[in-house]
Every structure is written in structure tokens, then in C-alpha cells.
């Protein structure tokens, strides 16, 4: 446990982070899921909407480093695939 003062603000600043952070990787991981759900129901239309909007919260979170840039490459990648794979 930190015993200065400043170390335990930079503690609590550090909590609060994680508790945020956590919360954008739930974001993008409920945007993924968005997709894979439209694209399991096999609305093309509905897929490429979802995938728009997953694209830009894969975005946000991964140029505030919350996820690595090629990690989010290689989702929207992957994504894109299976919805131009769609019937």
C-alpha cells in the first residue's frame, strides 16, 4: 500500500483508469458481437450497419491505446470478410 501522499492519488487515479478502460474494452467487444450476431442472422443490411458503427467504436478505443492498433486491424478486417462473405 502506498504511504505518500501523492502515491496514493496516482492509486486512486489508477483505479479509475482501469474501471474506464475495462468499460471501452466491454464497448468493443460488444460491438464485435453486434456484427457477428447480424451476420449469424444473415441480414446483410442490418451486418453492414452494424459493422459501420463497430468499425468507428474499434476505432475510437484503439487510438486511445485501450486495445493495440493490429488488434483492432485484424478485427475489422475479419469483420468486413464475413460480411462481404454474406449471401
Known amino acids: 500500500m502506498a504511504n505518500i501522499a501523492s502515491a496514493r492519488k496516482r492509486a486512486?487515479?489508477?483505479?479509475?483508469?482501469?474501471?474506464h478502460n475495462a468499460s471501452l474494452?466491454?464497448?468493443f467487444r460488444s460491438a464485435v458481437?453486434?456484427?457477428r450476431k447480424a451476420v449469424a442472422g444473415g441480414d446483410k443490411d442490418a451486418a453492414?450497419?452494424?459493422?459501420q458503427r463497430?468499425?468507428?467504436?474499434?476505432?475510437?478505443?484503439?487510438?486511445?491505446?485501450?486495445?493495440h492498433k493490429n488488434l483492432a486491424a485484424r478485427h475489422k478486417s475479419r469483420l468486413?470478410?464475413?460480411v462481404k462473405a454474406m449471401p
Request: net charge positive; aromatic share 2%; proline share 0%.
Open 12 to 19: 486512486r487515479q489508477n483505479e479509475k483508469q482501469r474501471e
Open 25 to 27: 474494452r466491454s464497448e
Open 33 to 35: 458481437r453486434s456484427v
Open 48 to 51: 453492414k450497419a452494424a459493422f
Open 54 to 67: 463497430a468499425v468507428s467504436t474499434i476505432d475510437s478505443i484503439a487510438d486511445k491505446k485501450i486495445v
Open 80 to 82: 468486413s470478410a464475413a
